[in-house]
């Protein structure tokens, strides 16, 4: 299986201030097709996760635009630009290029 | 819109078993695959499997293959994910999930299943 290792895993932010959390794959991510499929999804406390960013840098609908991700291969980056504290949750990220998708285990997002 | 809307909280004891469904509406459930992924007790997500209830072919991770089935009713648009002879260790929220474009684009609310003696 693929692993997907994200850093740091408590990430504690004064709000107001950026946040990134990496994302590191044990392979390559890039697909037969030429895509990369490395997503992010925001779990907050007591609900389901949702997604953020999916094909490496793509918000979904609805996703403020202080979330941006970055990255390519094996390295990605997930970037709040100015913390909010509707912002505190889990972040995990997935790879869909390879079977079984495989979760990071998350980073945990506090206020300070 | 998509929406997945999973049955009730459930509380077995080791050995029973049991059914949990995921209820789908606002897309053509024939069309895309749906599945399920697992979130143990203060723990990460981990991705089990999906299936196309189209012609019901059915992925399982390595891990949770012979462990759970996946199964689809596509006249009442249903998800299933079941277990034959459940353990504490299967004590978890489970959520439905459909996964799109390799990635998973909508989630259901979960089901916690507790087993316990």
């Known amino acids: 299986d693929v692993v997907m290792t994200q850093s740091p895993l408590s990430l504690p932010v004064t709000l107001g201030q950026p946040a990134s959390i990496s994302c590191r794959s044990s392979q390559s991510l890039i697909h037969s097709d030429g895509n990369t499929y490395l997503s992010w999804f925001q779990q907050r406390p007591g609900q389901s996760p949702r997604r953020l960013i999916y094909?490496?840098?793509n918000r979904d609908s609805g996703v403020p635009d202080r979330f941006s991700g970055s990255g390519s291969g094996t390295d990605f980056t997930l970037k709040i630009s100015r913390v909010e504290a509707e912002d505190v949750g889990v972040y995990y990220c997935m790879q869909g290029t390879h079977w079984p998708r495989t979760f990071g285990q998350g980073t945990k997002v506090e206020i300070k | 819109e998509v929406q997945l809307v999973q049955s009730g909280a459930e509380v077995k004891k080791p050995g029973e078993s049991l059914r949990i469904s995921c209820k789908a509406s606002g897309y053509s459930f024939t069309t895309y695959w749906i599945g399920w992924v697992r979130q143990m007790p203060g723990k990460g997500l981990e991705y089990m499997g999906i299936i196309y209830p189209g012609d019901s072919n059915t992925r399982y991770s390595p891990s949770f293959q012979g462990q759970v089935t996946i199964s689809a009713d596509k006249s009442i648009t249903t998800a299933y994910l079941q277990w034959s002879s459940l353990k504490a260790s299967d004590t978890a929220m489970y959520y439905c999930?459909?996964?799109?474009?390799?990635?998973?684009?909508?989630w259901g609310q979960g089901t916690l299943v507790t087993v316990s003696s």
């Open positions: 094909k490496v840098s």
């Open positions: 999930m459909r996964p799109l474009t390799y990635s998973i684009d909508s």
